[in-house]
């Protein structure tokens, strides 16, 4: 498959158990019809499993403060 951009041929890459083709010319990135949607999908529940686990830990488990310095303690 070409880049439609610059006829570049494409690079196969899979994001999420997502196939997408990447351009090493222009850097696109074409995702099949769909695909967009399925990472999307994916990231919004990891990003929820995550609050989850925050939420269920409480703020007692939390190492400390991050800062622009690091991890104050
Ligand atoms: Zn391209």
Redesign the pocket.
């Known amino acids: 498959m070409q880049?439609?951009?610059?006829?570049?041929t494409?690079v196969s890459l899979t994001h999420h158990d997502v196939p997408t083709e990447y351009?090493?010319?222009?850097?696109?990135m074409w995702l099949w019809p769909g695909a967009l949607q399925r990472i999307v999908e994916r990231e919004v529940d990891e990003i929820e499993a995550f609050e989850a686990t925050c939420r269920k830990e409480g703020p007692t488990s939390v190492a400390g403060l991050v800062t622009t310095a690091g991890i104050r303690r």
């Open positions: 880049c439609p951009v610059d006829s570049t494409l351009c090493p010319q222009c850097r696109g």
